[in-house]
């Protein structure tokens, strides 16, 4: 499997070797950024980055993204999370501690189009995409030659009505619980509520429209006859209700009448292929938490 080269890779895992993030949701109430800091202050943590958020400061809920640099992160992991569970029980924090230095492992789900798939294999190949890529599944046999030249395992999995549960649960099996994040790279197949139930919030898709509106198949099609001045791209989580998960990107394109469907198609690939990559390194990077139907995404 391609990975980035050992002294790149050294060199990442140096710069990030002591480097944490911290993510938090709670309650908003007084106190939380005192405590918080006083916490790692006493760890002997220096705080490179702090990003907060409040939906209501009387009666909303607060989300915090912090990153510090503490020695011996690696050996005193556990240490620091027992040592902040107080912490977080008194004011009710939805929390987690995440090591910069290690990467999320990552699938890729594709059909036909390869434009989307590409973009992310090149970041990856470049060392822009910090996630090893474990495997590339689809329900088509098309991308075998390309994703096997950068060195990746291709699973090919038909997908028919009639066998739409066993291929997934093929598609499960090929996983092997062994995941972080699924990505969706123009993927034309609906997941089924038992799939996303093994990964929960961990699964983005690309919709080649800017959502809500067009939603399901053909939104170049259905934009062209509504004769619209833009058009765009969301990337968004996955859930049951079709595209209408928590938004992660979205970017727009400007069009005219003179433009065909074909020529929207091929204005919005650009925007599609942008929108992913920076959703999916953004997640990568914890800096997107859902609140509901909505994310909060930090920069």
């Given at each position: 499997m391609h990975r980035l080269s050992e002294r790149e890779w050294q060199a990442y895992r140096q710069k990030n070797k002591d480097r944490a993030r911290m993510l938090i949701s709670c309650p908003d109430q007084a106190g939380i950024v005192a405590a918080v800091s006083s916490f790692l202050f006493e760890q002997g943590a220096n705080i490179v980055q702090s990003d907060q958020y409040t939906t209501d400061p009387e009666t909303g809920r607060f989300f915090m993204r912090i990153e510090f640099d503490v020695v011996n992160l690696e050996e005193r992991y556990e240490a620091i999370k027992d040592a902040f569970r107080p912490v977080a029980e008194s004011f009710g924090m939805d929390w987690s501690l995440v090591e910069a230095k290690k990467r999320k492992k990552m699938a890729?789900?594709?059909?036909?189009?390869?434009?989307?798939?590409?973009?992310?294999?090149?970041?990856?190949?470049?060392?822009?995409?910090?996630?090893?890529?474990?495997?590339?599944?689809?329900?088509?046999?098309?991308?075998?030659?390309?994703?096997?030249?950068?060195?990746?395992?291709?699973?090919?999995?038909?997908?028919?009505?009639?066998?739409?549960?066993?291929?997934?649960?093929?598609?499960?099996?090929?996983?092997?619980?062994?995941?972080?994040?699924?990505?969706?790279a123009r993927y034309m197949q609906i997941l089924s509520p038992r799939f996303l139930q093994e990964y929960p919030m961990r699964i983005i898709n690309i919709h080649h429209s800017f959502l809500p509106a067009f939603v399901g198949a053909k939104p170049y099609e259905q934009a062209y006859r509504r004769g619209v001045k833009l058009i765009g791209a969301t990337a968004h989580y996955v859930t049951e209700e079709l595209d209408a998960g928590p938004i992660i990107e979205q970017d727009v394109q400007r069009v005219t009448h003179e433009e065909d469907v074909e020529a929207l198609k091929q204005l919005g690939?650009?925007?599609?292929?942008?929108?992913?990559?920076?959703?999916?390194?953004?997640?990568?990077?914890?800096?997107?938490?859902?609140?509901?139907?909505?994310?909060?995404?930090?920069p």
């Open positions: 890729i789900f594709v059909s036909k189009e390869d434009h989307c798939l590409l973009e992310l294999l090149w970041l990856w190949k470049s060392g822009a995409l910090h996630a090893d890529i474990e495997i590339v599944v689809s329900n088509h046999p098309d991308m075998r030659e390309t994703v096997e030249s950068f060195g990746l395992p291709y699973r090919h999995i038909p997908v028919t009505k009639e066998r739409k549960a066993e291929a997934e649960e093929e598609q499960l099996a090929a996983l092997g619980g062994g995941v972080d994040v699924i990505v969706l690939r650009q925007v599609e292929r942008t929108v992913l990559a920076r959703a999916v390194n953004w997640h990568l990077e914890d800096r997107v938490l859902v609140y509901g139907n909505k994310t909060i995404v930090f």
